[in-house]
């Protein structure tokens, strides 16, 4: 069994190869030539890298042609949501035209693998409060670039199923995160300043955004086994919500943070991190998913912010 992992020296992309690998399935990764490889230096020589850029239909080509995998987990993204609007055709671009390569090679080379998609929570975007939590049929209403991107590919991911039969399974993944997240995003970018101001590196004062929006945090490593299972038993077209069934306001996640801190740390509210429109709460309900697989979230979110922390307080 062999598995293609799309942006493998990713966050998540990391951590799908190491699960891959526990399971004895040849991992091939793309990466592309700025891609940092710190995530899987500790891995390099169980896996094959291939550079290959997605938004470039011969070399999707000829990446298929060559190794002909059973399984892809397409996971290479643009993904943080406020670049988004800073680059939107570059988001767009990226995320729809990196996929519907794959899809139009799979289809021309007639090859019958198994494609999981990386789509999100962020396509519900806009949920009114009676419609949480939130289950599959609720309304799209993205609320940034992004999330239209996402939503682009979900409806591709459906659109290549119904007219050429690709065995395409949509995962939409609410908020994750874990060792390894990129420091932009809310918890690592949180955890990393708590780790400096421990260390002594920065004032003890951590800056923030929107500390009321809500979202339902799953452990990345729970994530991957997700994946791996909507490939095992996913029925082929359907789209699945990965999500933990609770949620956070990012206050408390902050808190919970701090709460595990040695030091006294105030807050500042960063007006630069605000967003032209924030999703206010993503609150999933993934229960299509576990019936039909059996997946349950295992690591606590306390345990997830733990490593966390400690996986920063290790780089800072
Ligand atoms: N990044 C960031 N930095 N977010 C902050 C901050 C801050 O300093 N302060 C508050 N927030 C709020 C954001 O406004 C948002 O409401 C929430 O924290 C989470 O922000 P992110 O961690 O950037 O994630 P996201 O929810 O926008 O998107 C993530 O989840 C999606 C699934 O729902 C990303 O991982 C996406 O790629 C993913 O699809």
Redesign the pocket.
Known sequence: MKALVTGIAGFVGSHMAEFLLERNIEVVGTIRNRSRMEHITHIQDQIRLIECELRDPFSVESLLTQEKPDLIFHLA?Q????TSWNSPIDTIHNNVAGQLNIFEAVRRLNLSCKIQIAC???QYGHVEPHETPIREENPLRPLSP?AVS?AAQDYLGYQYYKSYGLHVIRTR?????GPRRGE????S??AKQIAEIEKGIRPPIV?????S?Q?DFTDVRDVVRAYWLALESGEVGECYNIASGSCVT?REMLDMLLAMSTVQIDTVP?PS???PS???I?LGDASKFEQRTGWKPEIPFEQTLADLLQYWRQLV
């Open positions: 993204a993904s943080f949501v406020p999100s929570s962020e992004y996402k993944t609410f908020n994750h995160t932009q995003f809310v918890t970018n949180f800056s923030v955004g929107n500390l929006a979202r990012i960063d991190r605000m967003r924030d999703v206010e993503l």
